[in-house]
């Protein structure tokens, strides 16, 4: 089973500290929220789980092995990243990009599944209607959709998305989330960076909430949002208003 | 990803030879060999296409009438040598240039643009004015292969920031390279003894004239071998245009990768410079002319690329030996007679669809 942690990692941009000291756990079936204010190191975090960001001290370690001592072609096979930067160079359709979410598993047993985790990461992004187009002529939220639909199609049991929401509508907002929910619910192990603290109230089995670099609460949704608490992190009076049998409403006090 | 070479296996489109592409590889395949076979038979000393055939089919032990004199000179000796190299550079010129846009992803790379070219004049003009002779037949690549490899690098280094290429910083680093190799050809003119100096001069312009056969069996395998690797990582470049991070994710070795294709331009763009100067524009106009026919998945790409290019060098030879009565133009000439107004064009189009280039 794939296992990744983040022990006590530790970093710094030019002299100023971005991450101090953080110990995360990334459990399988379970949909991870990383949320906080801005600049409070959580696109920073997830970088380092997916393998972008090497941590000056402490380690991120998947299957007990440092993430830089795993091949990249074997570290794909493991997880699946979505980041913010959604463009693509050369006009490629969507159809092409979707593929491209399955070029890890060439010539392996897996690529007989090519085409089943293609119409399955399709379907789910709702995005069949585009696959003849190419990504210069989609909008922002069309090419967000292709995009986690090549970072499902790649079928990793670790997915990690950064912000998959930001440019998405209404509705797509929490297909996303029940996507990652169900991918959770599989047996996937997923974390999400999100901003909406409603959708990670809704939505997400634990939330880590940071705070200029250190983690602030760890737990289940629950017990991490509270009133106090996201006031003192965020600078920001909110109530939580409790509802019997469904996920809290944070309503900021206006 | 795997379509290509797999076709028992299933279904991916990206690779596959099907429809449109198909149908340009194949028709450029078709024309290149038309181009060849008609510039066989014209020039100063016309060769009638039956001759023609009957000289080739010669060659393979099939007995003929004999050709007229000279004919067969004409063509063996002169022709073939040149079209052939001309082939080989044209595929070389437009592989490089493919290469150099995925890496850079941006659509305006091109080795006579960032000076690359320029760059392998510089190392080959070195080896001619001082007479090296250390490698025999390779010194003048070798060196070219120096200096292509020196100024690739430079480009890279300066150019790039946060895994992108701004096109106006790839143009202005261009711009310096050329100039700084500008003035060392420049200087080595300057040092040069007459006939050094006047083959300095010609191949800033690029020609094809003179091409002998030994040059062409210098530059083939290499660029054959060349152009192998280039279709062997073109599955990866396409991950490439997701931008370096997510081709990380999807288990490309961006490092590694970076490396074999910066050599793998500094190689091309050497061998196809190093007898024939600088040929330019070719690397732009072909790899942009075929993604907008066939789209920017690498490998049927390549493979137009390298035909389209061929092609274009041909018919421009064609042109730059017959256009003017017993003179031979400059090929680089005619290619940047072709580029320049291209290059405006797609300057004008791109203003027009996106506001110009970011």
């Not at chain 2, 279904?11 to 596959?16: A, E, K, Y």
């Not at chain 2, 690739?152 to 290429?165: D, L, N």
Request: with cysteine; proline share 5%; charged share 15%.
């Amino acid at each position: 089973m794939s296992d990744l942690m983040a022990e006590r990692v530790s970093l710094s941009f030019s002299g100023k500290p971005v991450l101090r000291d953080v110990s995360l756990r990334v459990l399988p079936g379970e949909l991870h929220a990383l949320i906080g204010p801005n600049g409070a190191g959580k696109s920073t975090l997830l970088a380092m789980l997916s393998g972008d960001r090497t941590p000056a001290s402490g380690a991120v370690l998947l299957d007990g092995k440092n993430l830089g001592e795993w091949r990249p072609k074997e570290l794909a096979r493991e997880r699946a990243v979505l980041t913010q930067d959604n463009t693509v160079t050369f006009p490629f359709t969507a159809a092409q990009i979707v593929e491209m979410g399955r070029a890890p598993w060439q010539r392996t047993p897996a690529e007989d599944e090519d085409e089943r985790a293609i119409a399955e990461a399709v379907a789910q992004t709702d995005v069949a209607h585009l696959m003849d187009r190419t990504i210069p002529h989609l909008s922002g939220g069309e090419r967000a959709r292709v995009a986690l639909a090549r970072v499902l199609a790649q079928r990793a049991p670790i997915v990690l998305l950064d912000e998959p929401t930001a440019a998405l509508d209404l509705r797509h907002q929490e297909d996303v989330l029940r996507i990652a929910r169900d991918r959770a619910r599989a047996g996937d192990a997923v974390v999400v960076v999100l901003h909406d603290l409603n959708l990670a109230a809704a939505y997400a089995d634990r939330i880590t909430l940071l705070s200029r670099g250190s983690i602030a609460a760890s737990g289940t949704p629950s017990e991490v949002l509270t009133a106090e608490r996201v006031e003192e992190v965020y600078g920001q009076r909110v109530e939580i208003i409790e509802r019997p049998g469904r996920p809290p409403l944070i309503v900021p006090l206006r | 990803m795997s379509g290509a070479q797999a076709p028992a296996r299933t279904r991916l489109s990206g690779h596959r030879l099907t429809g449109r592409r198909l149908a340009l590889i194949g028709g450029l395949a078709i024309a290149l060999v038309l181009a060849i076979f008609i510039s066989l038979g014209l020039g100063q000393f016309p060769i009638a296409p039956h001759e023609v055939w009957n000289l080739i089919i010669a060659k393979f032990g099939v007995s003929v009438p004999p050709a007229a004199p000279g004919a067969e000179a004409a063509l063996w000796t002169v022709r073939m040598p040149r079209l052939l190299l001309g082939v080989l550079v044209g595929a070389a010129l437009a592989g490089s240039g493919l290469l150099l846009q995925a890496i850079f992803g941006n659509p305006l790379a091109d080795a006579g643009v960032i000076g690359i070219s320029s760059g392998a004049a510089l190392g080959a003009a070195l080896a001619i004015v001082t007479g090296m002779a250390a490698l025999g037949n390779w010194t003048v690549p070798a060196l070219a292969f120096v200096g292509g490899l020196i100024s690739v690098f430079a480009v890279y280094m300066v150019s790039r920031s946060g895994g992108k290429t701004e096109v106006v910083t790839l143009i202005l680093t261009g711009i310096a390279i050329n100039a700084i190799c500008a003035a060392g050809l420049g200087f080595l003119t300057f040092l040069g003894n007459t006939s050094s100096r006047e083959q300095i001069v010609f191949w800033q312009l690029g020609s094809l004239n003179g091409a002998l056969w030994k040059q062409v069996a210098t530059v083939f395998p290499v660029v054959i071998v060349g152009l192998i690797a280039a279709y062997l990582v073109a599955p990866k470049l396409d991950l490439f245009a997701l931008g370096e991070k997510s081709a990380r994710h999807l288990g490309v070795n961006v490092e590694a990768l970076r490396i074999t294709v910066i050599l793998l331009v500094a190689v091309l763009v050497s061998v196809a410079v190093a007898f024939t100067g600088i040929i330019g524009f070719v690397g732009l106009v072909i790899p942009h002319l075929m993604r907008m026919i066939i789209g920017p998945a690498h490998r049927p790409l390549l493979l137009a690329s390298v035909l389209g290019g061929a092609l274009l060098v041909v018919l421009a030879d064609l042109f730059a030996r017959t256009a003017i009565a017993n003179a031979d133009l400059p090929i680089g000439m005619v290619t940047s007679l072709v580029g320049g107004p291209f290059f405006f064009w797609l300057l004008i189009r791109t203003r027009k669809s996106q506001g110009g280039w970011a």
